[in-house]
T-cell receptor, first 113, second 110 residues
Framework: GAGVSQSPRYKVAKRGQDVALRCDPISGHVSLFWYQQALGQGPEFLTYFQNEAQLDKSGLPSDRFFAERPEGSVSTLKIQRTQQEDSAVYLC???????????FGSGTQLSVL | RKEVEQDPGPFNVPEGATVAFNCTYSNSASQSFFWYRQDCRKEPKLLMSVYSSGNEDGRFTAQLNRASQYISLLIRDSKLSDSATYLCVVPSGGYQKVTFGTGTKLQVIP
């Protein structure tokens, strides 16, 4: 596709449920980022991949959060045993390895009830 | 000091006005800076890069003040379509990682 694609667009989960969010980056983009954006806040860094290697996961809030990019293209962010504080928009971005020039997907809005 | 700090606003300005936002950063070694624009319920999009010599793109001017560690965004002749949140972005890692500010909300009023 022409841009970064994320699915689902909206996800409602019951507290304690596991969720998986998908990101399909722009073809050929080496770098892939996940950000979490709470209402009224800027995007907060979660994790970064260069190809299939996860080089930085310092932003993941807890060990309930897990991300993978096994073949260096599509990435999945998994949240286990969701909590209400996990409710946010999860943004995926990809880049051609040019610092600061990120292309974002439309995000997945997660609501945990 | 936070890595990136912005005044959240909102800045309410009439059409045609000139408005400026500042963003302060803490890492004096930072070399590259960016402004992103985010419309309501949309994803952030790159607006412009900020170079040491300043950068101008039509009605938008971005400037860097290294001594005081802030970057600025100036919008001239504001349009209704400029209403959005403007996010300041600075590098924060040894590779491609960047940190976003909380954003400054601009509302242009008819």
């Amino acid at each position: 596709g022409a841009g970064v694609s994320q699915s689902p667009r909206y996800k409602v989960a019951k507290r304690g449920q596991d969720v998986a969010l998908r990101c399909d980056p722009i073809s050929g983009h080496v770098s892939l980022f996940w950000y979490q954006q709470a209402l009224g806040q800027g995007p907060e860094f979660l994790t970064y991949f260069q190809n299939e290697a996860q080089l930085d996961k310092s932003g993941l809030p807890s060990d309930r959060f897990f991300a993978e990019r096994p073949e260096g293209s599509v990435s999945t962010l998994k949240i286990q045993r969701t909590q209400q504080e996990d409710s946010a928009v999860y943004l995926c971005a990809s880049s051609l390895d040019r610092l600061g020039k990120l292309f974002f997907g439309s995000g997945t809005q997660l609501s945990v009830l | 000091r936070k890595e990136v700090e912005q005044d959240p606003g909102p800045f309410n300005v009439p059409e045609g006005a000139t408005v400026a936002f500042n963003c302060t950063y803490s890492n004096s070694a930072s070399q590259s800076f960016f402004w992103y624009r985010q419309d309501c319920r949309k994803e952030p999009k790159l607006l412009m890069s900020v170079y040491s010599s300043g950068n101008e793109d039509g009605r938008f001017t971005a400037q860097l003040n290294r001594a005081s560690q802030y970057i600025s965004l100036l919008i001239r002749d504001s349009k209704l379509s400029d209403s959005a949140t403007y996010l300041c972005v600075v590098p924060s890692g040894g590779y491609q990682k960047v940190t976003f500010g909380t954003g400054t909300k601009l509302q242009v009023i008819p």
